[in-house]
C-alpha cells in the first residue's frame, strides 16, 4: 500500500518560514519525480516545485527564491523548505509521487497539509 505522508504545516507569521516533509513508503522511491502542489480555498490546485528522480528542481515562479525543494533517498523522504512566506501561500499543500511505466502515468497523493500564514 502506498502512502505519502505530510508534516510540518502550521500558522506562521508573514516573513516566517516552515518545512514541509512528506515520507513515502509502498513504492521504489528512487524511481519516481516528487512534486508538492498546493490549494487554496476557492482555487485550483497548482504546482508550487518538482524533484526529478535525478534530483533537478524546478519551481513555480511564487516559490522561486523563497523555497528549496529537495530529496533523501535513504529517507524516502522529500522537503519544502519554504522561506519569507506571504499571506497568498496560504493553502493545502499535497506531496505528489509520480512515474511514467510503460507508457503510463502512476501517481500518487498525500492528504495535505494545512500551511496558513498571517499578515
Known amino acids: 500500500q502506498v502512502q505519502l505522508v505530510e508534516s510540518g504545516g502550521g500558522l506562521v507569521q508573514a516573513g516566517g518560514s516552515l518545512r514541509l516533509s512528506c515520507a513515502a513508503s509502498g513504492i521504489i522511491f528512487s524511481d519516481y519525480s516528487m512534486g508538492w502542489y498546493r490549494q487554496a480555498p476557492g482555487k485550483e490546485r497548482e504546482l508550487v516545485a518538482h524533484?526529478?528522480?535525478?534530483?533537478?528542481?524546478n519551481y513555480a515562479a511564487s516559490a522561486k527564491g523563497r523555497f528549496t525543494f529537495s530529496r533523501d533517498n535513504a529517507k524516502n523522504t522529500v522537503y519544502l523548505q519554504m522561506n519569507n512566506l506571504k499571506p497568498e501561500d496560504t493553502a493545502v499543500y499535497y506531496c505528489n509521487a509520480n512515474r511514467i511505466a510503460d507508457r503510463r502515468y502512476i501517481g500518487y497523493w498525500g492528504q495535505g497539509t494545512q500551511v496558513t500564514v498571517s499578515s
Open positions: 524533484i526529478t528522480v535525478g534530483g533537478v528542481t
